[in-house]
């Protein structure tokens, strides 16, 4: 990607704008403008077609008004692709330079949320402490003490996620953009989330794409949110072992199987974690009478069966008798 923002500020140099628009025939307009197209179609596809768009807009038939309009708006588009990519870049060089042996044993996750939204934040960390998480909710919209500022501080250098909570109310926030601009500064592991169609995330969270949540499915969406944090590296380890905890907190059927449905996603377990899994399924009836987890178990036991303890496996077998896990 250095090498991509090198050549797309070297073209930016090159750039000239009025020539684009009054003389698009030009062999130097021309030129600038098939090498910067293929540049771009080497790189995002996405970026290559509005690229494209625009450019269609310079044909000499069409009018010099249009022509200018387009010739600008290319100008623009460059440097707005040029800070992304400088923007992206950056996080990469931040995930890297991570230390690699800063183990973790819990997961911390911060929420930022306008005040006005007190009440859907509320509902996401009730979910999230269901799975495990350690969840600080951040406020909004009080001119904070000195003391109160310094919590906020103090929970946002320990937390490994945050996780804004994007609404009109929250881009309206100035001390909801000093959090965001705090995690993105010290390189947590950011995962927005829009509701109900909201806003897409602007300034230091323009870079990420927002996981997008129906307030009336929250239990079902803030799955997303785990699933998002087993993706990091270093929490994977963490969230797995949450998760197999949270097997006995199973109460219904449809609980049971959210829960073994994101087990089952894991490629790699220890011993001790597959015993517990076995355990936990012996004793709840919610999870070895529930059929999609039957399922789950069954294919993880088809697929680890080094670390198959027989004995459970036989305890679990005779759970149902017109069943067979394994």
Not at 236 to 248: E, G
Not at 278 to 296: G, M, P, V, W, Y
Not at 306 to 320: E, G, H
Request: charged fraction near 30%; proline fraction near 3%.
């Amino acid at each position: 990607m250095k090498d991509l923002i090198k050549e797309l500020e070297k073209y930016l140099k090159l750039l000239n704008v009025k020539q684009l628009y009054t003389d698009p025939g030009h062999k130097d307009a021309k030129n600038w403008l098939a090498e910067v197209n293929a540049l771009l179609k080497t790189s995002r596809r996405y970026s290559y077609k509005k690229f494209t768009s625009l450019s269609q807009h310079l044909y000499p038939s069409i009018p010099i008004e249009t022509r200018k309009h387009a010739a600008e708006q290319i100008d623009v588009y460059i440097r707005q692709i040029i800070a992304q990519y400088k923007r992206e870049y950056l996080i990469q060089e931040r995930s890297q330079v991570k230390n690699k042996d800063d183990k973790i044993d819990e997961i911390r996750v911060f929420i930022s949320y306008s005040s006005l939204n007190k009440k859907g934040a509320g509902e996401i960390k009730r979910w999230l402490s269901k799975f495990g998480f350690n969840v600080f909710l951040a406020h909004d919209d009080i001119r904070p003490s000195l003391e109160w500022q310094k919590v906020i501080i103090d929970n946002l250098k320990a937390c490994h996620v945050f996780i804004p909570i994007i609404t009109p109310e929250f881009n309206e926030s100035k001390w909801t953009d000093q959090e965001s601009g705090m995690a993105f500064i010290t390189s947590k592991l950011i995962i927005p989330v829009s509701v109900d169609n909201g806003p897409n995330p602007h300034g230091f969270l323009s870079v990420y794409q927002a996981l997008k949540f129906k307030s009336k499915e929250l239990e079902k969406e803030c799955i997303k949110i785990v699933k998002a944090i087993k993706n990091e590296q270093r929490c994977a380890p963490i969230v797995l072992d949450l998760l197999i905890k949270s097997l006995k907190k199973a109460r219904s059927y449809a609980s049971s199987e959210w829960r073994t449905s994101l087990i089952s996603e894991f490629d790699s377990f220890t011993k001790k974690q597959f015993d517990l899994i076995l355990e936990t399924a012996i004793s709840n009836n919610q999870i070895h009478f529930a059929d999609r987890s039957r399922k789950d178990l069954q294919n993880l036991i088809k697929q680890h069966p080094k670390l198959v303890n027989s004995a459970l496996l036989k305890q679990l077998n005779n759970t149902d008798e017109n069943f067979k896990f394994g």
